[in-house]
């Protein structure tokens, strides 16, 4: 853990802004030289991973490759697990392709998470012909044989994919699949559960970023439900294809957190955004932060790597261009990672102090913890220990602004982004209310002897 001590006239200790909490460090405002420089070891830093699709004809492209090692700790067969792969023939079961995607990212030391056992959409031609009890029992036996070959192999599996209908009810989706009752999907969760106990069995749709959305909520409900009624289900992916059309909701944290507070993990499983250049960053900054400010939140998966690789390559969604350069959202990625958010373990940061050789002993920490969030602003509460004669200042990132405060009254630098609060008689700690205006970093704090 390094510590960053900054001198700071007349002052003599401040504050580091690192810690390190049960093995995992927690950023709250990465020092550059400390930074991370790739996606995987920067998701790391608060014990998340980040992922990518991979195509198994396209590893044989050593461009692809490298970049594929070097970034991502997380794969996804992009089609090779699917229903039409996996079984071409009733009760023949195909897994080469599978097993080239899963062995090179295995031997890589990186985790695979399995797409998807039951799907209305790719199954092969003899299931697509099949109907009621028939199809029931093939779709589980699928399910069985599928996760059971893949038993320990993989940290996930997309067990049901994409089950709900777009537009504005809130059901599922007509299919053959859910012809056979609306139970198949609980059965086909069950089933998964029997035979690999051990992976984490995620749910997984689109158009379920946005709180408001009817879709949403009718996710929300079954996943409920299913907790409710001991349903093993660990997971909920959010797929994230945003374009200009369909942009990155204001209020993904909300949805994030909701679904989290149900008693499951949620992650990003096949993001891309269509567009370019610093709007398209912005966006991806905002599905980073999102994440990032939900502990259960445990990993973001992009749906492929370079542009060129993707399902809609025209729209140019991806962190690197055709010829594998890094574009601005792969740094924007990169430094919302780096900037920290709430671990998936710990949920607190301590501050910690060091001496300035030469100068004044004694000193202070400044905790920060989180408060409430909002779709639109969060709070933050700072305890302070180790003297009652404390100057703490508060940094946030723009474009965020601090809207409130309690138990001091802060003055302000002329940027209006950083805040020095002193004690008022009310103890000491103190709080305030950040309106986070799309960035969800936390603040940066230095504390020292008034
Ligand atoms: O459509 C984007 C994604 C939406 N969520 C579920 C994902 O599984 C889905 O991925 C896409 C793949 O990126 C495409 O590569 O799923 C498509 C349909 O399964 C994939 O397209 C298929 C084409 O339809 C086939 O014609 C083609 O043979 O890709 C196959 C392999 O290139």
């Not at 970023?209 to 660990?234: C, E, H, L």
């Amino acid at each position: 853990m390094t510590l960053t001590a900054k001198s700071v006239s007349r002052v003599a200790l401040v504050s580091s802004l690192v810690a390190a909490v049960a093995g995992a460090a927690v950023l709250l405002a990465a020092p550059a030289s400390g930074a991370a420089s790739t996606l995987a070891a920067a998701a790391e830093q608060s014990g998340r991973y980040f992922g990518t699709a991979v195509a198994a004809n396209k590893l044989g492209d050593s461009t692809y490759v490298g970049i594929l090692n070097r970034e991502f700790d997380m794969v996804t067969a992009e089609n090779e697990m699917k229903m039409d792969a996996t079984e071409p023939n009733q009760g023949q079961f195909s897994f080469s392709n599978g097993d080239r995607i899963l062995n090179q990212a295995r031997n890589q030391g990186k985790r695979v998470r399995g797409h998807a056992l039951a799907w209305h959409s790719q199954q092969p031609g003899w299931m697509q012909n099949m109907s009621g009890s028939a199809l029931r029992s093939a779709m589980l036996n699928h399910v069985t044989q599928v996760a059971s070959y893949y038993k320990g192999k993989v940290y996930a599996w997309d067990v049901v994919n994409e089950a709900f209908a777009d537009g504005g009810g809130g059901g599922r989706r007509d299919s053959n699949l859910q012809r056979t009752g609306n139970d198949w999907i609980e059965a086909a969760f069950r089933a998964a559960r029997s035979a690999d106990p051990n992976a984490k069995l995620c749910y997984n749709d689109y158009n379920t970023d946005n709180w408001s959305n009817a879709k949403t909520q009718g996710v929300y409900n079954m996943v409920r439900d299913f907790k409710s009624r001991g349903v093993p289900i660990d997971c909920v992916g959010f797929q994230a294809h945003f374009n200009s059309g369909n942009p990155v909701p204001s209020n993904y944290h909300t949805t994030l957190g909701n679904f989290a507070a149900l008693g499951v993990d949620v992650q990003i499983t096949e993001l891309d955004i269509e567009g370019s250049g610093s709007g398209q960053a912005q966006q991806f900054q905002g599905v980073t932060q999102a994440c990032l400010a939900v502990a259960r939140c445990t990993g973001i998966t992009v749906w492929g790597i370079r542009d060129s690789d993707s399902w809609r390559s025209s729209g140019t969604p991806l962190l690197f261009d055709g010829s594998g350069n890094k574009k601005a959202a792969y740094t924007s990625v990169l430094n919302a990672l780096n900037s920290g958010g709430t671990g998936t373990n710990p949920t607190t940061t301590t501050t910690t102090t060091t001496t300035t050789p030469g100068e004044q002993p004694g000193g202070c920490t400044a905790t920060y913890s989180e408060g409430q969030k909002w779709s639109d602003r969060f709070n933050g509460n700072v305890t302070v220990s180790g003297t009652d004669n404390w100057v703490v200042t508060v940094t946030v990132s723009s474009p965020q602004k601090v809207i409130a405060t309690w138990n001091t009254s802060p003055s302000w630098d002329s940027s209006g982004n950083v805040m020095t609060a002193r004690p008022n008689g009310s103890g000491n700690s103190f709080g305030f209310t950040i309106q986070h205006n799309g960035n969800w970093s936390w603040p940066s704090l230095t504390c020292s002897v008034g």
